[in-house]
Nanobody, 125 residues
């Protein structure tokens, strides 16, 4: 059974940084695209970034380009999201997710079949 456990959220001032981690178990981690999504209060969940099994990456360019970096350590079965220059409007619950199918590179929320419990990120102004 796949389990995803996020950590690293917290309270940070605007302009600050946080590094989120997501530890995965239950399948061959290196075979799957991993993603980060976020959901702000009163809003729908939105895509932030994904990293393919190949190591290639994709971002929601308009909102996080140049400030967020997604990475993975297959030896540790862990995916990371380094977030710099955080803005108050980025306050949200951040979720880690894993694609349903191996060797499939999708950033579409519907293609992510496993989700973590979420970690709260609060950015104060």
């Amino acid at each position: 059974q796949v389990q995803l456990v996020e950590s690293g959220g917290g309270l940070v001032q605007a302009g600050g940084s946080l590094r989120l981690s997501c530890a995965a178990s239950g399948r061959t981690f290196s075979s799957y695209t991993m993603g980060w999504f976020r959901q702000a209060p009163g809003k729908e969940r939105e895509f932030v970034a994904a990293i393919y099994w190949t190591g290639g990456t994709t971002y929601d360019a308009d909102s996080v380009k140049g400030r967020f970096t997604i990475s993975r350590d297959n030896a540790k079965n862990t995916v990371y999201l380094q977030m710099n220059s955080l803005k108050p409007e980025e306050t949200a619950v951040y979720y880690c997710a894993e694609n349903k199918v191996a060797y499939f590179g999708s950033r579409n929320e519907a293609d992510f079949g496993y989700w973590g419990q979420g970690t709260q990120v609060t950015v104060s102004s």
